[in-house]
């Protein structure tokens, strides 16, 4: 099987459409359709089926995606080799991070990979579900992402997975709140409380509703703001609670903002940098992967 058509089936598997695709490759959407109409004549069976205006894997699509992200992980491991005998680890290294994960991970990240030399760091935000991983890491070579403790990790066959820390999530309250003298509290001291969440399918939103659920108080949600240093204002100006991440919320000390962790429930985001297997083989990918976990390791003796 030709290792370029086994390249734009697994873009397909992970951008979702011939356009995404030739975009991303460089080719036109009727090269990339003649490739893969190539590919399963090699093969013998269909790997694409009609889905609307676009196409999805068939299961032999499915299965042949798994085992090509093997063939050109092994392809990233023999380039790899050859890069060591040449030089140093060097070149572009292509990383996303989620807001308030680059908040607290890049000053530090950038810290380490320019102490190493050799790498160029090109990093960006960008506002993430763990639905878009997939199409992210097509794009970038990490992806540095968070999900609740409930959702599955990327599937280990395709996706090196990097554990980074698990972040605990704490109730934010004003400093004059009623329960800002407590140690701790608990969910259902909040019931009458404004809440302000993320967007609806974003990993703090989903700890809360999954807390609800446990709990049977259902949280009465005030306004919805994914940029979490806004929400840190809403809240220091009176204007609700929030469940916040505690390594990364801006408390002033205690001045401007109370976190106070919530009593007898384990709430947790889990952050953790995902690449492609071909992409995490190259040398300069390890030695980012490696500062990110230091740095995360930093991230949580100071906190």
Same mark, same amino acid.
């Given at each position: 099987?030709?290792?370029?058509?086994?390249?734009?089936?697994?873009?397909?598997?992970?951008?979702?459409?011939?356009?995404?695709?030739?975009? $991303?490759? *460089?080719?036109?959407?009727?090269?990339? *359709?003649?490739?893969?109409?190539?590919?399963?004549?090699?093969?013998?069976?269909?790997?694409?089926?009609?889905?609307?205006?676009?196409?999805?894997?068939?299961?032999?699509?499915?299965?042949?995606?798994?085992?090509?992200?093997?063939?050109? $992980?092994?392809?990233?491991?023999?380039?790899?080799?050859?890069? /060591?005998?040449?030089?140093?680890?060097?070149?572009?290294?292509?990383?996303?991070?989620?807001?308030?994960?680059?908040?607290?991970?890049?000053?530090?990240?950038?810290?380490?990979?320019?102490?190493?030399?050799? @790498?160029?760091?090109?990093?960006?935000?960008?506002?993430?579900?763990?639905?878009?991983? !997939?199409?992210?890491?097509?794009?970038?070579? @990490?992806?540095?992402?968070?999900?609740?403790? +409930?959702?599955?990790?990327?599937?280990?066959?395709?996706? +090196?997975?990097?554990?980074?820390?698990?972040?605990?999530?704490?109730?934010?309250?004003?400093?004059?709140?009623?329960? +800002?003298? /407590?140690?701790?509290?608990?969910?259902?001291?909040?019931?009458?409380?404004?809440?302000?969440?993320?967007?609806?399918?974003?990993?703090?939103?989903?700890?809360?509703? *999954?807390?609800?659920?446990?709990?049977?108080?259902?949280?009465?949600?005030?306004? /919805? @703001?994914?940029?979490?240093?806004?929400?840190?204002?809403?809240?220091?100006?009176?204007?609700? @609670?929030?469940?916040?991440?505690?390594?990364?919320?801006?408390?002033?000390?205690?001045?401007?903002?109370?976190?106070?962790?919530?009593?007898?429930?384990?709430?947790?985001?889990?952050?953790? !940098?995902?690449?492609?297997?071909?992409?995490? !083989?190259?040398? +300069?990918?390890?030695?980012?992967?490696?500062?990110?976990?230091?740095?995360?390791?930093?991230?949580? $003796?100071?906190?």
């Amino acid at each position: 099987m030709d290792v370029q058509r086994l390249r734009v089936l697994r873009e397909l598997a992970d951008l979702g459409s011939v356009t995404a695709v030739a975009r $991303a490759l *460089s080719f036109t959407p009727s090269a990339i *359709s003649q490739q893969l109409k190539a590919l399963a004549a090699e093969v013998g069976m269909p790997l694409t089926e009609p889905a609307g205006r676009g196409l999805r894997l068939t299961a032999a699509g499915r299965t042949l995606v798994a085992e090509a992200e093997q063939v050109l $992980a092994a392809l990233a491991h023999a380039e790899a080799a050859l890069d /060591r005998l040449r030089s140093a680890p060097q070149g572009t290294v292509r990383v996303a991070l989620f807001p308030s994960g680059a908040r607290m991970l890049l000053p530090g990240l950038l810290t380490r990979v320019e102490a190493v030399g050799g @790498i160029d760091l090109c990093c960006r935000d960008v506002d993430m579900t763990p639905a878009d991983v !997939a199409a992210l890491a097509a794009d970038v070579d @990490i992806v540095v992402t968070h999900r609740d403790e +409930a959702t599955p990790a990327p599937e280990a066959g395709r996706w +090196a997975v990097v554990e980074l820390l698990r972040e605990p999530l704490d109730v934010v309250l004003p400093p004059r709140h009623r329960l +800002a003298r /407590r140690r701790t509290v608990r969910l259902t001291d909040l019931t009458d409380e404004g809440w302000i969440s993320v967007g609806v399918g974003w990993p703090v939103d989903e700890v809360l509703r *999954s807390l609800a659920t446990v709990t049977g108080a259902q949280p009465r949600i005030v306004q /919805r @703001i994914n940029d979490f240093s806004v929400t840190e204002e809403l809240v220091a100006a009176g204007h609700g @609670i929030a469940l916040l991440p505690r390594y990364c919320t801006d408390d002033r000390g205690g001045r401007r903002l109370v976190r106070r962790p919530l009593a007898g429930v384990r709430a947790a985001r889990l952050i953790e !940098a995902v690449a492609r297997r071909s992409t995490a !083989a190259r040398p +300069a990918v390890r030695v980012v992967l490696d500062a990110l976990r230091d740095e995360a390791a930093a991230v949580v $003796a100071r906190g």
